[in-house]
C-alpha cells in the first residue's frame, strides 16, 4: 500500500492489486486514526486492506 493526497487533500492508498481506496478517518463510520500522522501512515505502509472493487472484478485504477 502505497499512500497519497487526492485533489480534495483527503489520503488515497494505492493497493497492491491495482485499485485505488481512500482511507479516511472519519468516526464513528470509519476509524483510521492512523492517517492523521506521517509517523501512523508510514505504520501502516505493507499493510493489507480489504479491496471492494477486487470484490467487485472491477479493471484496475492504473
Request: with cysteine.
Given at each position: 500500500m502505497l499512500l497519497r493526497k487526492d485533489e480534495e487533500?483527503?489520503?488515497v492508498a494505492?493497493?497492491?492489486c491495482g485499485h485505488f481506496q481512500h482511507v479516511r478517518h472519519n468516526p464513528p463510520w470509519t476509524?483510521?486514526?492512523w492517517v492523521e500522522s506521517i509517523e501512523g501512515r508510514n505504520s501502516m505502509l505493507g499493510f493489507l486492506l480489504?479491496?471492494?472493487k477486487c470484490d467487485e472484478n472491477a479493471p484496475r485504477d492504473y
Open positions: 487533500n483527503h489520503w494505492r493497493l497492491a476509524n483510521r486514526p480489504t479491496c471492494k
